[in-house]
């Protein structure tokens, strides 16, 4: 797939979170949602990534934003994760990398001179509907909440 802009509809998600619940993005229906792929639970970029959009949460409240990560971590990984740094929010598992190739956020990536495939560190703010206001792909850690809380 390639990759999603602004005013497209999301493609949609049925997945597990952190306690094993299923979440989907019609739970979201009638709030904006800020949707992000982050590699793998308990790295250093990823847990600089949930922090920061913890630490952001009343001000993403207060915008009527909700947050929802999604990794190929099984949750169980995420669970211990989100427990780790009292995230608050859901992590959902994409473990057969579906949700991700749909979003465009699963390909390759290259590493120490090594091309290998995986997760492209990502985030997309959607509207009420479901259609997406903002879409960055390769973005930085520190930069993930901002998406959400900048016009």
């Known amino acids: 797939m390639g990759r999603l802009q602004p005013g497209d509809t999301a493609p949609l998600f049925r997945l597990?979170?952190?306690?094993?619940?299923?979440?989907?993005?019609?739970?979201?229906?009638?709030?904006?949602l800020l949707?992000?792929?982050?590699?793998?639970?308990?790295?250093?970029?990823?847990?600089?990534?949930a922090c920061t959009i913890r630490d952001a949460q009343p001000e993403l409240a207060g915008r009527g934003v909700a947050a929802v990560g999604i990794s190929p971590d099984p949750p169980a990984a995420n669970r211990k994760f989100a427990d780790k740094y009292h995230l608050g929010f859901?992590?959902?598992?994409d473990p057969d990398h579906q949700v991700a190739a749909a979003y465009g956020v699963w390909g390759e990536k290259k590493r120490y001179?090594?091309?290998?495939?995986?997760?492209?560190?990502?985030?997309?703010?959607?509207?009420?509907?479901?259609?997406?206001?903002?879409?960055?792909?390769?973005?930085?850690?520190?930069e993930t909440a901002a998406l959400a809380t900048r016009t």
């Not at 299923?22 to 709030?31: A, H, K, M, Q």
């Not at 949707?35 to 990534?49: E, L, R, S």
């Open 16 to 32: 597990r979170d952190q306690n094993g619940n299923l979440v989907s993005l019609e739970d979201f229906r009638g709030r904006k």
């Open 35 to 49: 949707v992000y792929f982050y590699p793998k639970a308990d790295t250093p970029g990823c847990t600089t990534q």
């Open 90 to 93: 859901p992590l959902l598992s």
């Open 113 to 142: 001179g090594r091309t290998t495939q995986g997760i492209i560190r990502s985030a997309f703010l959607l509207d009420e509907e479901g259609r997406i206001l903002k879409a960055r792909y390769q973005i930085k850690p520190t």
